[in-house]
């Protein structure tokens, strides 16, 4: 298993690590600060650099076949000589936070229109939630409105762990109505964003709302009979 630091911590940058495999896709680590792609949240991007100040170029990141497998996505072959060595993994810093604040947005955007979620997207400066809704009510001045209110408040975020019980005596926690949680590992990660927002969530987010920065909702497209689309951006 590879131990997840991004979890924990999303604004670390970068960490040392051991190599345990490499394979025609890319290497595996004991370690690591790159987020693998899930939950409509892309996968890192960055670099490795080994012991002789060789930089190989990671172009995804992404979850393995067993439990906890994280592969880094390397743009070249990489040696099998690694393995066993030590190397420095470093994220893309910019790309990385441009979707910490995308993915808090869309939160804000949750929050905001009090409805089932049935799929979402995060990219870098944009992103979108489908919302299970039979009416085209949405307004988008309002929404916008009402997205700035919440990031002007600059409202604090942290990450909770409750047991994969304490979620099932919960339902209400559960937005997502297409993707649950994952259980069976016997914890599950909350994102609380105070006095807004709680539910589950193994993204990457900003440690305050105030750092979203200014939102814009672009559009609103109508994707099935009871099915919202509402696309956000983050005004530069």
Known sequence: MTEELFREDAYAKECTAKVLGVDEVGVKLDRTVCY???????????????????????????KGEGPGDIVHVTE????????????????????????????TCLHLLGAVIPAGVTGGSVRE??????FDLPDNTLDKEHITAELNRLIAEDHRII????????????????????????????????????????QPCGGTHV??????????????????????????????
């Open 36 to 62: 693998p792609m899930g939950g409509g949240q892309p996968g890192d991007t960055g670099t490795v650099t080994t012991v002789d100040g060789d930089e190989i170029r990671i172009v995804d990141t992404r």
């Open 76 to 103: 070249n072959a990489v040696s099998q000589s690694l393995i066993g060595s030590q190397v420095i993994v470093r994220i893309d810093w910019e790309r990385r936070y441009r979707l910490m604040r995308t993915h």
């Open 125 to 130: 400066g944009s992103g979108r939630l489908d």
């Open 159 to 198: 990450t909770e762990w409750i047991t994969d019980e304490e979620l099932a005596a919960q339902p209400e926690l559960v937005r997502t109505m297409s993707v649950k949680p994952p259980v069976g590992q016997g914890r599950v990660r909350l994102l609380h964003i105070a006095s807004v927002d709680l």
């Open 207 to 236: 440690a305050s709302t105030g750092e979203v920065g200014t939102a814009l909702v672009k559009k609103i497209e109508k994707k099935g009979k009871h099915n919202r689309r509402v696309n956000v951006v983050l005004v530069p």
